[in-house]
Nanobody
Framework: QVQLVESGGGLVQPGGSLRLSCAAS????????MGWYRQAQGKQREFVAA???????NYADSVKGRFTISRDVAKNTVTLQMNGLKPEDTAVYYC???????????WGQGTQVTVSS
């Protein structure tokens, strides 16, 4: 079993930045892919970004060039740096983990990101 704990959400104005962190309960970053998904109110959960066990990154088209995913293997943490935030980025953001980033086996509890003036 893997526990994932997100932090760093909040309220930010359009064009601003936020940094989300995800701490894993054990050393899995070289075993599992790690990712971020988000779910806006009334919509389905959607993929945002992932970093594979080998270090390769992947992004949704809607966040390319604005968001950056990274990891610290020694600290068992994954970070999502979000720049140039837009109102449409408002959602609950979930950290994910599993053998394949496209089909996560584990989820965090989520952290709210609100982009509004």
């Amino acid at each position: 079993q893997v526990q994932l704990v997100e932090s760093g959400g909040g309220l930010v104005q359009p064009g601003g930045s936020l940094r989300l962190s995800c701490a894993a309960s054990r050393s899995i970053l070289r075993i599992y892919d790690m990712g971020w998904y988000r779910q806006a109110q009334g919509k389905q959960r959607e993929f945002v970004a992932a970093i594979a066990k080998g270090g390769t990154t992947n992004y949704a088209d809607s966040v390319k060039g604005r968001f950056t995913i990274s990891r610290d293997v020694a600290k068992n943490t994954v970070t999502l740096q979000m720049n140039g935030l837009k109102p449409e980025d408002t959602a609950v953001y979930y950290c994910s983990s599993g053998p394949r980033w496209a089909a996560p086996a584990y989820w965090g509890q989520g952290t709210q990101v609100t982009v509004s003036s």
